[in-house]
Each structure stands twice: as structure tokens, then as C-alpha cells.
T-cell receptor, first 112, second 113 residues
């Protein structure tokens, strides 16, 4: 069935460095790719998303890139800060369905 | 704007007991969802409601039932709880189908002993 693989499962970076999280999806019909941040004890919150007609999207220190040919997309966080520490999830979905396939999450630790 | 509100936040059940998890959204969204989150397994869809009056099974529906009470509310019922249902349950809503963002509640942590 459809799945989304996410790597790495844990990531530690020094404050001010960049962090990159990668996801690969299997369903070629997928055309919507959101990223969520989950802090301890809270629900996932959307931080950025990208649709298949775009190759890259930026929002301040966060960017997402999409390679449809290779079926992978990545989250880039620059100038990391301690408050970026959280679990990040990627997901893939497609128009006409209600099923979002989530990756297994990446625990990001930003060391001060 | 409260967004998506889930109650209760925590619950402990004994095997065989029943309970209903409540969810309400105030964003006038059409679609609502129930997910469970287990360590190392990401978020898995239990049931969803594309619009008021409809419900459909997701990836892991066994042992659960749902009710879309109205446009705002979507409840999840465990008729006879089992230890395998120990998990964190999240309700979410979206404007429409699978190319719009999900908005999540803060979850219900359920333990079944």
C-alpha cells in the first residue's frame, strides 16, 4: 500500500546550524505535501506545505523542496533555535481523497 | 477561536469498558478525522467524515465506531476497550479533501489496563 518513509528518526544540531529532514512517498498520485511540528503534549501543527506544481517554498527560516520525479520532499530549517526542538512529521495526500499518509516522525534537538 | 477541542485529555479504562471521545471544531470545516498515534508508527487514520452525515473507515477502524453529530462535532466510541487501544488519539478537521491542511486538537491520552 501507500507509504511515506521519513529520515532520520532523530537529529541533533547545534543552535544556529541547519537541519534537513527527508521524506520519500510511494503513491505517484500524491500532489499535496504538508509538514507538521509536534511539541510535547500537543497536537501536530502545520508549519509549511507544498503542492506538486511547485518545486520549492519558503517561509522565513523554513523551506520545503519537492522532487516529483524521485518522489521525495525535504524540510530545511536554517539558523535553528532551541524552540525548534520538537517532533516533525511529513505527510502526503492527493486531490479527491481524504487519506493523508504520515511519515514516522523526526525528533529534532537543537543544542544551545 | 478555539480551533479543535478534544475531551477528555486523559483517560484510564479497564479492559472491556466503553467510552466516547469527544471532538468539536469551530472553523466551519467540512471534514473531520480521528487518528491514533503510537510510538514509531506515526499517525494512523481510524475513521473520517468527509462531510456532515457521512463517515468512512480509515486504515485501522476495528474496535471503534464514530458519529458525526453535526458539522461541528465528531465523536469516537470504544465499545469494549482492549490494551491494544492504548494510544494517543487526535481529532482533526479540514476544509475539504486531501489537498487542504489538517488542523489537530491536542489529543486524548488513553490507557487500557
Amino acid at each position: 500500500g501507500e507509504n511515506v518513509e521519513q529520515h532520520p528518526s532523530t537529529l541533533s544540531v547545534q543552535e544556529g546550524d541547519s537541519a534537513v529532514i527527508k521524506c520519500t512517498y510511494s503513491d505517484s498520485a500524491s500532489n499535496y505535501f504538508p509538514w507538521y511540528k509536534q511539541e510535547l503534549g500537543k497536537g501536530p501543527q502545520l508549519i509549511i506545505d507544498i503542492r506538486s506544481n511547485v518545486g520549492e517554498k519558503k517561509d522565513q527560516r523554513i523551506a520545503v523542496t519537492l522532487n516529483k520525479t524521485a518522489k521525495h520532499f525535504s524540510l530545511h530549517i536554517t539558523e535553528t533555535q532551541p524552540e525548534d526542538s520538537a517532533v516533525y512529521f511529513c505527510a502526503a495526500s492527493s486531490t479527491g481523497t481524504y487519506k493523508y499518509i504520515f511519515g514516522t516522525g523526526t525528533r529534532l534537538k537543537v543544542l544551545a | 477561536n478555539a480551533g479543535v477541542t478534544q475531551t477528555p485529555k486523559f483517560q484510564v479504562l479497564k479492559t472491556g469498558q466503553s467510552m466516547t471521545l469527544q471532538c468539536a471544531q469551530d472553523m466551519n470545516h467540512n471534514s473531520m478525522y480521528w487518528y491514533r498515534q503510537d510510538p514509531g508508527m506515526g499517525l494512523r487514520l481510524i475513521y473520517y467524515s468527509a462531510s456532515e452525515g457521512t463517515t468512512d473507515k480509515g486504515e485501522v477502524p476495528n474496535g471503534y465506531n464514530v458519529s458525526r453529530l453535526n458539522k461541528r462535532e465528531f465523536s469516537l466510541r470504544l465499545e469494549s476497550a482492549a490494551p491494544s487501544q492504548t494510544s494517543v488519539y487526535f481529532c482533526a478537521s479540514s476544509v475539504g479533501q486531501g489537498n487542504s491542511p489538517l488542523h489537530f486538537g491536542n489529543g486524548t491520552r488513553l490507557t487500557v489496563t
